[in-house]
């Protein structure tokens, strides 16, 4: 089976331009996760969904990212305006949540984000 | 808060050789769940092993154990006849059982596997 497929690997953008982060969790997860992976911050949860609807925003750093997910098979991280402080890894995990806390998250190989 | 350390920044180990990587952490909950990742050069975050906390049984995954003691909140991975392979970040992680779904990570170790 197929893992959890994220686009595009890498992207280097200038300030102020808007970038777009794709993700395809693992089919028949029902839970997606967005975590960024700093040098100064390490991993940190963004956002995650479950059954496409978002639960838990409180990671997102600032009104600049959104997050959407339209379907269960297709999640977005949008930036806009970026900034050179958002230079990181982000990736997506996705999960099968069937019983209370019996899920195992697995990572797609992530984006690495440079802003200029 | 839940907090998880990881208190050795670098480690090194023969090839063939055992080694261990150390894992503390801070919860108040009583059931929740514990994970070593590994991360490659590659920046891939792969799972390597997974602890349940109301099981007393250690998880083994081939040449991979832990030793987990809910007691003392310490949780450690063996890696027995590391390969050059086994080379890679190593992150301990922690969730919850109830609440916020998030991972909470150690700082991570990187283990380097001398030929």
């Known amino acids: 089976d197929a893992g959890v497929i994220q686009s595009p690997r890498h992207e280097v953008t200038e300030m102020g331009q808007e970038v777009t982060l794709r993700c395809k969790p693992i089919?028949?997860?029902?839970?997606l996760f967005w975590y960024r992976q700093t040098m100064m911050r390490g991993l940190e949860l963004l956002i995650y969904?479950?059954?496409?609807?978002?639960?838990?925003d409180s990671g997102m750093p600032e009104d600049r990212f959104s997050a959407k997910m339209p379907n269960a098979s297709f999640s977005t991280l949008k930036i806009q305006p970026s900034e050179p402080r958002d230079s990181a890894v982000y990736f997506c995990?996705?999960?099968?949540?069937?019983?209370?806390?019996?899920?195992?998250?697995?990572f797609g190989p992530g984006t690495r984000l440079l802003v200029l | 808060a839940q907090t998880v350390t990881q208190s050795q920044p670098e480690m090194s180990v023969q090839e063939a050789e055992t080694v261990t990587l150390s894992c503390t952490y801070d919860t108040s909950e009583s059931d929740y769940y514990l994970f070593w990742y590994k991360q490659p050069p590659s920046r891939q975050m792969i799972l390597v092993i997974r602890q349940e906390a109301y099981k007393q049984q250690n998880a083994t995954e081939n040449r991979f154990s832990v030793n987990f003691q809910k007691a003392a909140k310490s949780f450690s991975l063996k890696i027995s006849d590391s390969q050059l392979g086994d080379a890679a970040m190593y992150f301990c992680?922690?969730?919850?059982?109830?609440?916020?779904?998030?991972?909470?990570f150690g700082s991570g170790t990187r283990l380097q596997v001398q030929p």
């Open positions: 995990a996705s999960s099968l949540r069937r019983d209370r806390g019996r899920e195992t998250q697995y």
């Open positions: 089919s028949g997860h029902n839970s």
């Open positions: 992680a922690y969730i919850k059982d109830t609440g916020r779904r998030a991972l909470t």
């Open positions: 969904f479950n059954n496409n609807v978002p639960i838990d």
